[in-house]
């Protein structure tokens, strides 16, 4: 008992300060600050519909690309730490193989979730989702077949290749910013004409960033999962 | 109570409910648990500071006419923070799930209080 | 100007590439990686410069076309410069250190390394919050990669905790954020300051901003929330730690720098509390650490503690804060760095370990000049930051401040210090110290480095450039051509000190001509005996000609900064000479503790003057009255240190007794004088301050240690150690005649500070270099030495006839002028005691010169021959002055009294031919004429001796032999020795005058810190689980005195 009471006092003590918080949230009822010039300037500024995206891609892009940066990095950190040696590769425990329902099912499945995330990121501009979503969605399309079949494995290769030049692509999409329009336009969107609001090729290099996003998050989330399903030693 | 009231005080509570986690449990994988029940705490918490009550999300789609649109959707930033954080936080639990697992291989232990080696 | 962006964008487009590039091989990518790093580091250099030479003027830098707070923005000023350029080269040397390291553990290590850069960069650039969130989690994941990334148990248990506390923090960071931007609508940085200042009152901001700046102090590893940090010290790679250190510290300690503003006055009241607190803890923690890179850890810790107290203190520190908060994080940031790629190189796991490079002068040359910057010695950065952060402190009253920064750096030195013996001092391990080419390159860097920064940044803070850097650059010079053999060097320092005397001398007035006199001419003397060494003598040369610099410093310098930093060059250089000594290692420290705590007396003392008249001149002194008792009590203090008055003496007779032959002169006859220059100026200056009952006080003061000096050295059986106590007890006698404050008074005081370093420097070198060719320092095991040196005899003899007082010798002359002035001044209890102590200097210096020179010899040194030519050259140019001084003392003395006269009218001495007389109420009182003194003490002894001579013509020589007494031989041989335990009787009566109250006093005090540092640092009990509970109730705790109560 004893034991718990310090957690316990911590915990009450936490509590106590979140309660002021709670108890002096007012709630909003207008937009104010930069929300609101957000809300007013965002779709003539960018020519995005959504408006989180035209924040996350473009105003606020560098703090995305911090965001692609921290994933790449713990995708390759997890490669780094859980780096096994060549030899030893095989011999893993056999596992048991999947359901026939999970394998017939994954092959039905599998196609579709890739599209629907390919979906999710070309989107981005226009609808709810994005290229972090959609990533996620073809990641989840690799681990069903991880799943289905013990033995599957993703081409490294191919995999890291795109997730280098994805990135590297956005760079240079955030770097023609700073050559084409100046030193302070680094991730403007407005490199690519912005085109007719509400469409596909709208939007300037949003739906170009999200993409390269989607490409990326998806082998680097895929990657981590074929790290760590792996045996080690 | 309304909606943003509800989500703030589960935010809260699941802040609250994370750390307890993290103080109390001894399994290394439990703690980093409490630490994302924190995170998502922390998420809802910044969610509901945006919500507006009564407005829609922030795309500009048939649903918002564009000249009023400030007037009818909610906060835009809150989401894209939390959009980030998320991201973030994803990254990090991995990361840390990864050092459990050569952890363990090392001593074969998930307690927390196996790994005192270094102290003083 | 290259834009800010591409820092960003090269080293995320080659942390992207790399992996790709696999195939090219590992040379190609780690070329790549290098050109990114060089390429970063170019960019923010040519930004640098573009500050310091071109005058350019901060710029924004916005991304996406729009302008904050729409958009994010980066912000390009001098500070941010600075700090990019130190990030990105130390990261670069970082590289270089580690890239093997690296290459071994896969190219993913090298992608990691460019984008922990990328995040710093970022970190110290961004001024938009929630980016700093973003680049703060980019920073942390790298490193926590870095840690992990060898895979042994310790680097991924430290890895884990940290993650743990780094999470935590970046929850609080976020919940921080959301709070603030609810109340404010921006996340710029700029807007939000404004917009919480204006904003008046809320909770959620007061709840929003306290959590935003913990999170942020969490980060910076502050106590207690950070056991956690301690062992990722510890448990990383070296080349990480230094990282971890020196660059990533330095990152977030901007970044407090940037959100601080938000802080109302009490949280920011609350940082500078937690700062010097974890100044203090993390050093006191530290006294006790074995384990090298934790120690190593403690000290980074401890040194960031001292940077968020300064950034928090920003407000007070004013228009001095850059100085400051740049001398001390360079300092640290290059001393760190070297410090854990040294321990990287040297591989030892215990400080006690690292015996091993004892035969490696370059790599202990490095070790020094890391600690010495640490600790804030001259010339580096940290002494003049941390001399201006003492000085504005106390402009602003902050005294428990000062206090704990003087205590805390105390504590530094002794753990530092203990270290840097044990590397010289222990016995030599066999291991050998690999030294790889690729990591020594960075520690040669980092540490010219810490020379460059010294001497712009000490000139920055000196206004009026009046630190003479020229002598210090000779020391410099004689290090590095310290592999020439010693009679060149020995020679070179001769020239150089002549040289500087004949420059120096005739601008001197005659108080400072005297004090200039005596560190000169001791300097040259006592490097005579030099030339008896053979070899090279690595390291001799530089440090006492630093010792030497420092005293020539003191005379030179006119203001506080001047006399201090002097202070401190001789004082390092003074312990650098004495830790040369075969046992010196636990002396060798004590002495620099004393030292540095007098030092820091000094400095508090100055700045408490300071602030008072806000001059910065020696002579402002004077005008000192509200502080004046505080001022004087905390100056005699420091100078006493060094003249070892009693209370404070403890250090002497070790320092003193182990220290070479030919050094024991130099720290004996010379060093201590520096303490009389020190107290006399303070007398001088604060003579009229309504300080008179001090001068009382330091007048019993002196008399006891005088007693108490001579009696303890009356019970000496080690010969050095005996002329060591009774250093003690003649600086007695001075400090007696300083505080009597009368005109004849202060002339027994100089002339005691000329002739004590006339006939101890006599004594010294005679009995050292006896010492030397017997290899004992034991009196028992010496005797019957008159007849093989007959020269040292005839040194002892004159010297000991001098020392005790007795005509015709100077040190007569001494007592007429002591006696003369007390019994004018009325202080005939003291005088007695002063009397009576004269009379048991007879006792020593008896039995000094009976048990080495008199009774029978010891067998085994029966073959003696005469000590070397080199030592006696110096005692009897000593010999000479002193039989001239003694006949002719008027020719110093004569204008020292005037020049006293204005100064302390009263009580002065009348010259008459050579005669002096002193007068009360204008009758005659006493008179003394040396020249007829001389004349007829010389005649009488000149008959005496004759008459002895002739009455023993015809004694015949009797050959000693051997005698046994009966069957069997005592147990303890020297029991049988005539001169072993010779004052036993005296001592019975007088024992418990000598009992080791003072040393059991000060082992005490060492003792309650060793414990209490040993007890709680179990505080740290390396569960990740109780470092969580360390870290939210750190955040509560101080949530709820913010807060003022619970709700």
Request: proline share 3%.
């Amino acid at each position: 008992m004893i034991k718990r009471l310090i957690p316990l006092l911590l915990v009450i003590s936490l509590f106590f300060i979140l309660l002021k918080v709670a108890t002096n949230v007012a709630p909003n009822y207008d937009l104010t600050g930069v929300a609101k010039t957000y809300a007013e300037q965002g779709a003539s500024d960018l020519g995005a519909m959504n408006l989180v995206t035209a924040i996350v891609v473009t105003y606020r892009g560098l703090d995305t690309l911090g965001e692609v940066t921290v994933l790449f990095m713990a995708g390759t950190g997890i490669a780094l730490l859980l780096r096994r040696k060549k030899k030893k590769n095989d011999s893993g425990i056999k596992n048991r193989a999947a359901s026939e329902i999970l394998k017939t099912g994954s092959k039905l499945l599998v196609p579709i979730i890739t599209m629907f995330g390919a979906y999710i990121f070309i989107n981005g501009h226009l609808s709810p989702g994005g290229g972090f979503q959609g990533g996620a969605a073809i990641a989840s399309a690799v681990m069903l077949m991880f799943l289905a079949d013990s033995s599957f494995k993703i081409n490294h290769k191919v995999f890291v290749l795109i997730e280098s030049f994805s990135g590297i692509f956005y760079v240079l999409i955030g770097v023609l910013g700073l050559v084409i329009l100046g030193a302070d336009n680094f991730l403007d969107n407005r490199i690519l004409p912005l085109g007719t609001f509400g469409t596909i090729l709208s939007a300037g290099t949003i739906p170009l960033i999200y993409t390269l996003v989607g490409l990326k998050v998806g082998t680097e989330l895929a990657s981590i999962l074929d790290n760590m399903k792996g045996e080690l030693e | 109570m309304n909606i943003t009231t509800i989500v703030h005080i589960t935010g809260f509570a699941l802040i609250l409910i994370g750390f307890w986690g993290m103080l109390t449990q001894k399994n290394m994988i439990k703690i980093i648990l409490g630490l994302a029940i924190v995170e998502t705490g922390v998420q809802l918490v910044m969610v509901a500071f945006g919500f507006i009550d009564g407005r829609t999300a922030p795309i500009l789609d048939s649903a918002v006419e564009l000249s009023k649109a400030s007037s009818l959707i909610v906060d835009p930033v809150p989401q894209a923070l939390v959009l980030t954080a998320i991201v973030i936080g994803v990254a990090v639990n991995a990361l840390m799930l990864t050092f459990v697992i050569r952890l363990y291989q090392q001593k074969k232990s998930l307690s927390i209080n196996d790994y005192k080696d270094l102290k003083w | 100007m290259v834009n800010p962006i591409y820092i960003i964008a090269i080293l995320l487009g080659l942390g992207f590439l790399l992996p790709s590039i696999n195939k090219a091989g590992i040379k190609v990518t780690v070329t790549i990686f290098f050109l990114g790093i060089i390429a970063v580091t170019a960019i923010s250099y040519q930004w640098l410069s573009a500050f310091l030479i071109d005058g350019q003027q901060a710029v924004q830098i916005f991304t996406a076309g729009f302008k904050p707070p729409m958009s994010i923005n980066l912000q390009m000023g001098l500070n941010e410069a600075v700090l990019i350029t130190l990030i990105n080269f130390g990261a670069l040397l970082g590289a270089i250190y580690s890239f093997k390291y690296f290459a071994e553990n896969g190219i993913q290590a090298l992608v990691v390394f460019l984008l922990f850069i990328l995040g710093m960069n970022g970190l110290v650039l961004t001024r938009d919050i929630f980016n700093i969130f973003v680049f703060l989690e980019i920073t942390s994941i790298a490193t926590y990669i870095l840690i992990g990334m060898d895979l042994r148990l310790k680097s991924l248990s430290a890895g884990f905790k940290y993650m743990i506390a780094g999470g935590i923090a970046s929850v609080f960071l976020l919940l921080g954020i959301i709070l603030i931007y609810s109340k404010t609508g921006t996340l710029n940085l700029d807007g939000m300051i404004a917009a919480v200042s204006a904003a008046g009152s809320s909770q959620i901001l007061f709840v929003g901003v306290f959590i935003l700046i913990f999170s942020v102090v969490i980060e910076l590893k502050v106590f207690p929330a950070n056991g956690w940090a301690l062992d990722v010290y510890e448990g990383s790679d070296t080349g990480i730690s230094a990282m971890i250190s020196a660059t990533s510290a330095t990152a977030l300690l901007f970044v407090l720098y940037k959100v601080l503003p938000l802080a109302s006055i009490d949280l920011t009241k609350m940082i500078v509390i937690i700062g010097v607190l974890t100044f203090v803890v993390s050093n006191l923690f530290a006294i006790m650490q074995k384990s090298t890179n934790r120690l190593l850890g403690y000290s980074s810790i401890g040194q960031i503690g001292l940077l968020v107290f300064v950034i928090a203190s920003k407000d007070i520190l004013g228009d001095n804060f850059e100085k400051i908060f740049f001398g001390l994080l360079i300092s640290h940031f290059l001393a760190k760095a070297g410090l854990f790629w040294l321990s990287g190189i040297v591989k030892a796991e215990k400080i006690q370990d690292w015996v091993k490079i004892k035969k490696h002068p370059i790599l202990i040359f490095m070790f020094g000049t890391f600690i010495l910057a640490l600790m804030g010695f001259p010339p580096f950065p940290s002494l003049a930051a941390k001399w201006s952060l003492v000085m504005i402190l106390a402009e602003n009253g902050s005294f428990l401040w000062i206090s704990l920064v003087i205590l805390a750096s105390i504590l530094e030195v002794l753990y530092l210090f203990r270290w840097f013996g044990y590397i010289l001092k222990l016995e030599d391990s066999e291991e050998k110290v690999e030294k790889p080419q690729h990591q020594l390159h960075p520690v040669y860097i980092v540490t010219l480095l810490l020379y460059v920064a010294g001497f712009y940044i000490t000139r920055s803070f000196d206004a009026g450039l009046s630190i003479n850097f020229i002598p210090l650059a000779f020391v410099g010079i004689l290090f590095l051509i310290d592999f020439l053999p010693v009679y060149i060097k020995n020679t070179l320092v001769m020239i150089a000190v002549s040289y500087y005397g004949y420059i120096l001398v005739p601008g001197l007035d005659t108080l400072k001509l005297i004090f200039a006199l005596i560190f000169l001419v001791g300097g040259i003397l006592t490097f005579i005996p030099g030339y008896s060494v053979k070899g090279k003598r690595i390291g001799f040369y530089p440090v006492a000609a630093m010792m030497y610099v420092g005293l020539i410093g003191l005379i030179e310098a006119e203001t506080f900064f001047q006399f201090f930093f002097a202070w401190e060059i001789m004082t390092a250089g003074s312990y650098f000479l004495i830790l040369r000594g075969k046992r010196s290692m636990s002396h060798a420290l004590s002495y620099i503790l004393f030292s540095a705590g007098g030092a820091y007396l000094i400095l508090f003392g100055f700045a408490l003057s300071g602030a008072e008249t806000g001059s910065i001149l020696l002579t402002s002194l004077s005008e000192v009255h509200i502080y004046a008792t505080m001022v004087f009590i905390l100056l005699a203090l420091g100078f006493m240190t060094k003249t070892a008055s009693i209370g404070l003496h403890i250090w002497l007779p070790g320092a003193h007794a182990e220290a070479e032959s030919d050094v024991s002169p130099m720290v004996s006859a010379v060093l201590l004088k520096a303490g009389v220059f020190g107290l006399i100026i303070l007398f001088i200056a604060m003579r009229n301050n309504d300080v008179s009952n001090l001068f009382y006080i330091l007048g019993w003061v002196g008399a006891i240690t005088a007693l108490l000096g001579n009696l303890i050295a009356s019970f000496q059986e080690d010969a050095k150690k005996l002329l060591a106590y009774s250093s003690i007890a003649q600086l007695g006698y001075i400090l007696f005649a300083l505080a009597i404050m009368t005109n004849v008074g202060w002339l027994a005081a100089i002339w005691y500070s000329i002739t004590h370093f006339l006939y101890k420097a006599l004594l010294f070198l005679a009995v050292g270099a006896i010492v030397l060719k017997l290899k004992t320092h034991k009196m028992y095991e010496m005797g019957g030495l008159i007849k093989k040196m007959p020269m040292s005899f005839i040194s002892v003899l004159i010297g000991i006839i001098a020392l005790s007082g007795v005509p015709p010798l100077a040190g007569f002359g001494g007592k007429w002028l002591l006696y003369n002035a007390f019994i004018l001044k009325g202080w005939y209890f003291q005088g007695a005691i002063i009397a009576f102590s004269g009379v048991v200097a007879f006792l020593y210096l008896f039995k000094l010169i009976y048990s080495i020179f008199l009774g029978p010899i010891k067998d085994k040194h029966r073959k003696m021959t005469e000590v070397s030519v080199w030592y006696l050259i110096p005692q009897y140019l000593i010999i000479a002055t002193l039989m001239v001084l003694s006949s002719k003392p008027r020719m110093i003395l004569e204008k020292v009294g005037l020049y006293f006269k204005e100064i302390l009218p009263e009580n002065t001495v009348v010259w008459n031919g050579d005669a002096a007389s002193t007068f009360v109420n204008g009758k005659l009182f006493g008179v003394w004429d040396p020249f007829y003194i001389m004349i007829i003490v010389c005649v009488m002894f000149a008959v005496l001796l004759g008459f002895l001579l002739f009455a023993s013509r015809k004694a015949t020589k009797v050959e000693m032999f051997n005698i046994v007494y009966s069957a069997e031989r005592p147990e303890s041989p020297q029991t049988a020795h005539f001169s072993y335990n010779m004052f036993s009787h005296y001592r019975k009566a007088l024992g418990f005058l000598v009992l080791p109250l003072v040393t059991n006093f000060w082992n005490f005090i060492t003792d309650l810190f060793h414990s209490s540092s040993d007890f709680f640092r179990k505080f740290y009990n390396g569960n990740a689980q109780v470092y969580i509970m360390h870290i939210i109730g750190f955040v509560v705790f101080f949530y709820f005195i913010l807060n003022g109560g619970i709700f």
